[in-house]
């Protein structure tokens, strides 16, 4: 089946520092990625979505300057936490899908904490 | 997107049959029904996906009523490891670059 690859798995770093999350997607070309975040105990709440080359659509109330996201390729997308504060310490968790019908594929998520 | 309806959770016993039900009255003619789960700490993990047939792989079948207003999804023998937020979708596929509106979902619990 398909697969994405998301890396780190965790990480956890220092109030102020900009922390890199990579999602890959390994056996298929994802025309389209979705970068999410999860709260303990809610569920997944969308974040942003790219096509490859161009820029990423934002959901209403994300921050564009704060999480900045790169598509430069079919195969990765990578999202960025600018200067991260303890409030964006969560569980982020892309996706990937392929052309038409396809369904989107998960990776196993990255768990942000910010002392 | 049409809503759907999920109960808040289901409990069941290991090597039955887990029918979780989804209930998506206003689903238009181009809409699919997706099924993802979230097993805790990992990301979601795509299980089946219909229009309007039946559907069947390896993970689970899916039941889709005549009228498309609801559908099941149907684990034909639950395992401890089938303990999971199962989640129902209904979108166009390529609308809005497929993107996935989450919704509470079923937590199941199945039990030895």
């Known amino acids: 089946g398909a697969v994405v690859s998301q890396h780190p798995s965790w990480v956890i770093c220092k109030s102020g520092t900009s922390v890199k999350i990579e999602c890959r997607s390994l056996d298929f070309q994802a025309t389209t990625m979705f970068w999410y975040r999860q709260f303990p105990k809610q569920s997944l709440m969308l974040m942003a979505t790219s096509n490859e080359g161009s820029k990423a659509t934002y959901e209403q109330g994300v921050e564009k300057d704060k999480f900045l996201i790169n598509h430069a390729s079919l195969t990765l997308s990578t999202l960025t936490v600018t200067s991260a504060h303890p409030e964006d310490s969560s569980f982020y968790i892309c996706?990937?899908?392929?052309?038409?019908?396809?369904?989107?594929?998960f990776g196993d998520g990255t768990r942000l904490s910010i002392l | 997107d049409a809503k759907t309806t999920q109960p808040p959770s289901m409990d069941c016993a290991e090597g039955r049959a887990a029918n979780l039900p989804c209930n998506h009255s206003t689903i238009s003619g181009n809409e699919y029904v997706y099924w993802y789960r979230q097993i805790h700490s990992q990301g979601p993990q795509y299980i089946i996906h219909?229009?309007?047939n039946n559907e069947t792989n390896e993970m689970a079948s899916l039941i889709i009523t005549e009228d498309r207003k609801s559908s099941t999804l149907i684990l034909p023998h639950a395992t401890l490891r089938d303990t999971a937020v199962y989640y129902c979708i209904v979108r166009v596929p390529t609308d809005s670059w497929g993107k996935l509106q989450f919704g509470a979902g079923t937590q199941v619990v199945v039990t030895p």
């Open positions: 219909g229009l309007k």
């Open positions: 996706s990937a899908r392929g052309k038409g019908i396809q369904p989107q594929h």
